[in-house]
Every structure is written in structure tokens, then in C-alpha cells.
């Protein structure tokens, strides 16, 4: 991008900050916000890079954009949080065209527009390297207790909100952030992630925060349709796609309690270690994995 | 960076959540804090790339970690805001030692710490590419309005707090946010921005956002050494380097009062346009050019 000013005032132009919240919106050194009393503020990041999170010679800039923020979205349906603000900071190829990078700004905005959540702040540079966004999100309680990793308890039942494995053929791309979901589940959940580094390795996260232990029932892991057609191409059982593939972001949670839009895949034990039982009835080890975050070669 | 989940656990110990803000740090989805009632929350992202803003063949891991930091920290200083907790993403190049990525992660720290701003979250990730790394603060505003860049009027005098130009030299890696002094000139100020791109670009926001414009003397105008130092290898004038070399983060503001500590260079005019009012008494227009943040070729 050779007019960083031009792509600026034209980002400035575009975002509505229509919230209630906002006291000075985009375009000053920092956003001011007005932080309702009663609510939590909950706050993290998430980048995408170019050969790692998504290829720039496959994905649009729209999608890019989408991708980016949606990750974040999916942060705060983790934590049973409401979306409120976010900022983004971009690092443009040079050679990128101004509308290209208007369109990976477009993604960005309208993935945050469908859950009420606008860009506040940003930062762009132009530089001779491939493309990085980083989104930082603003979430809020909204009269619900965020939802940690940390607090499975032995005995709680282990859920998934969909079917795992294979997000590679495109649903890492192109998946909804189960925010709405997030918020239905929190009040019973005791531990919540969501599933971006992989079933086992996101499990894993929730075990060693509260010191216990899981075993998962091979039977009850819903599969993709996607895992068994990467199956049919590389010859790696569904299964193992399921349980170590990562970004399907799905919401991975504990609790005590029933939630039938969910499907329960196991349970928390006492001791530490996570273990899957087979279909044959043997429960054997099961090692996290946990995508490797590299698309391409 | 070969094992990125040292690298996060190593992170995480590290990080001393002592803030009272804070009810849960680093190491979930999202971090979250009790945001005080009185206090507006400010916030904004920055970023640091190789190449651009630093060049990692010459500046130390942990210089180019407090050069992260003091950006976001200057943009606090800018608004008249106290840092309260940050995060950051990174873009680490593959080949990078984990000793490096700790020394840059400490970098972040220690310039964080020494404001009370402790980093709450983050998200690493390794690529093929260079060093890219973006933080986003959060300030609160504790008392004192903040200052938005477009409250100049016509007849406020105009304040640097510094000596500009020539930060290319070195001092554009190794600045004070003057975060204090922020925090003194709020009260008396209409405007402030901190000078990132160049006091030529700086100022024609400030004017911009207001309508407005602005004299400048250039008698007044305070050189850096290095702006002279430059001026002897480079052949353009000191004052050009001061007028339009980026980086200084010195603090830019306009006030109706006096500021003994600062340096008054000129003054805002109902007419738009900005003017500089050489040695020879003759008014010229003075376009704003600004710092391209380009190092090296």
C-alpha cells in the first residue's frame, strides 16, 4: 500500500461507532470508552499471518479480515462475554493494492458488525513483508460470569458445540463464532475454551489449569465430514483428525449440569492425564498434539 | 522460535498481575478486570516491524520489546491518560532463538513496569517472515480528562515538550513516553498528539481535526543535536529534520495558558493552512511531509 494516509481516512470514514459506550471514537491516539459499572471488562489478542493462519494466494482479503476478527469473536464466546470494542493493527505488503486493503479492513468491519461490535483504533505500516493483523477485543460480562479454563471439576461431564476435524479444507476460514452459544452455556459451565490449537491440546489447557484429569469416549467424539475426507486423502484415521486438528472453533467446555445443544464427549476425572477409550473398550493415553498453525509447505 | 509453548509458559510466570484492576490475568482466552466507575477506559494499538520501526541486525531483542511498550505508553502520555495493563501480539521469525524471543518478551515487561502497566495477555506465533509485534493498551483516564487532538482554537499558543528532529540517530529506539508529563499539561490543554510522524505531519492533524490553523516560528523551533548531526552528513537543514523527521515522541499540544516546562513554537489561526515564520520574518506555507518510518533501504 503506497497511500497509507488514503486507506486511513477512508477506514475512518467507514466505521460507525454508533455504540452507546464509545466518548470518542476512532482516530485520536487512544478511543475513550465509557465502562458500564456492572460489567467485567474482558480484554485479549489474536493475530493472523500470511502462510500460517491463512495464504494470501487462496484466501480473500475479505475472508482474511473475516478470519481475524472472528477469532477474536470467538475469544469472548469462550468466556461467556459479550463483544463491545476492538482494535486492529496491520502490517501491509507494500505491493498490496488500496482496495485490497480496503476490502481486508471491509472483512474486518463487517465480521465485528454482526455482533455489534465496532473497530475503535488501529494502526497500519506498509512494509516489504507478507501480511499480519492483530485484533484486539474488548468483551463485557453483561450480567454473566466470564467462564475460565480453570475450573473443571472431577465428575463434570466434558461437551463439544459441533463436529471436529478437517477445518483445514476451509472452515478455518469461514467458521461462526459461537457467541450467542457461549452465552447460553456459561451459567453452567465450570471450564470453557475454544477450539483453536486442537481438541487434545485445548483439553489439555483445561486439565493442567485445575490439576485434573479427563477420559474421552471415542464413540460420543462427533466427527466432521471434513475429517473423514482428509482421511480418504492422507490416510490419518478421522478420528486423530478430530481430536488433534485445530480451528474449528467450536466451544470446549466442563460442567456438571446437561446442555442438549451440546454433545458430551466424556468426563473430568480425578486423576491427572487424559485418556480416550476406544471403541474396543480400551481406555489408552491420549498425547496432545495440536495443529501446527502452517498452511502451505 | 522452535517451541512456542515454552516461550508461553515462561510468559506467564514471569508476569506479576499486581494490579488491583486485574480479577484474571494472563493464560485464559481473555483477561478481565474491574474497571473503576469514574474512570473512562482509553485504548489503542501499536505495533513495532522490522524494517520500519526498528532494524533487528542492529537493536538489541529487548530494545525493540521497550520501543513496543513506550509507543503505547506515549499514546497514554498523549491524552493525558494513566497506563493500566496491555497486550501484544507477536510475529516471531522462525530462526529466532527462544533466549531472543524471552529477551524481547522482557523488554515489553520492564517498560511496561515501569509505568504500572502489567501485559494481561498476548498471542505468539512462529512464521517464515520478520519480526512483527503489535501491543494494544489500555489507560484510564484517573482523574483528568483526557485530550483529544481536535480541540485547538484559534489564538491558543502551540507547545512542544522537547527538542525534535534526528531520532533516527538512536533516540527513536530509546525515548522516555512522557507520561507524566501528559498527565501535568491535560488540565491547560485543548489539544495534544505525540509527535510519531513528524511535528509538520503531527500539527496539520491537530489543525485538520479542528479546522484551524497554525503559525510556527521558526526562531523558536527546538533542535536536537541530532538534527544537526544529521544535517552535517546529510546536507539538509537542521530545521527541516525538526519540522518533519519523525519518531521524537515529544508531546504536541495547544493551550489557551502557560506551561513553563514546555516550549511555545507558535500559535493557532482561525485561517486553515499552516505557515512557518522564518528568520528572515517571511511567512512561508509549510507542507507537511513527515516521517516515512522507513529504516534502512
Given at each position: 500500500?503506497?497511500?497509507?494516509f ?16 464509545i466518548?470518542?471514537?476512532?482516530g ?47 475469544d469472548c ?6 463483544p463491545?470494542?476492538?482494535v ?55 450480567g454473566?460470569k ?152
Open positions: 500500500v503506497s497511500d497509507e488514503e486507506l486511513i481516512d477512508w477506514i475512518q470514514k467507514c466505521q460507525r461507532t454508533n455504540s452507546p459506550l466518548t470518542l471514537g476512532i485520536d491516539d487512544l478511543a475513550a470508552l465509557k465502562w458500564p459499572a456492572d460489567d467485567l471488562l474482558l480484554v485479549g489478542v489474536d493475530q493472523v499471518i500470511d502462510g500460517v493462519h491463512f495464504d494470501s494466494k487462496i484466501h480473500s482479503m475479505n475472508q482474511i479480515g473475516r478470519k481475524a476478527m472472528n477469532r477474536n469473536l470467538s464466546a469462550a468466556m461467556g462475554c459479550l463491545a470494542a476492538a486492529a493493527a496491520v502490517a501491509l505488503p507494500r505491493e498490496l493494492s488500496l482496495d485490497r486493503a480496503k476490502e481486508l479492513c471491509a472483512g474486518l468491519r463487517q465480521a465485528g458488525d454482526a455482533f455489534q461490535c465496532p473497530i475503535i483504533g488501529g494502526d497500519t505500516a506498509s512494509w516489504s513483508g507478507k501480511l499480519v493483523l492483530s485484533v484486539t477485543i474488548l468483551g463485557k460480562s453483561a454473566i466470564p467462564v475460565s479454563r480453570s475450573g473443571a471439576r472431577p465428575g463434570d461431564a466434558i461437551f463439544v458445540t459441533g463436529p471436529l476435524g478437517g477445518s483445514i479444507l476451509g472452515r478455518h476460514m469461514t467458521f461462526e463464532p459461537r457467541v450467542k452459544l457461549g452465552r447460553e452455556i456459561a451459567p453452567i459451565a465450570t471450564a470453557m475454551i475454544d477450539i483453536s490449537d486442537g481438541l487434545s491440546r485445548d483439553l489439555s489447557q483445561i486439565c493442567r489449569a485445575a490439576g485434573v484429569g479427563a477420559m474421552i469416549d471415542a464413540s460420543l467424539l462427533p466427527i466432521h465430514p471434513d475429517a473423514a475426507e482428509l482421511s480418504r486423502r492422507d490416510g490419518i484415521p478421522s478420528l486423530d483428525h478430530a481430536l488433534h486438528d485445530g480451528e474449528d472453533y467450536e466451544l470446549l467446555f466442563t460442567s456438571a449440569g446437561e446442555f442438549p445443544k451440546a454433545i458430551r464427549i466424556g468426563q473430568i476425572t480425578s486423576e491427572p492425564g487424559i485418556f480416550i477409550r476406544g471403541n474396543d473398550g480400551v481406555s489408552r493415553p491420549l498425547v496432545p498434539r495440536g495443529w501446527e498453525h502452517q498452511i502451505g509447505p
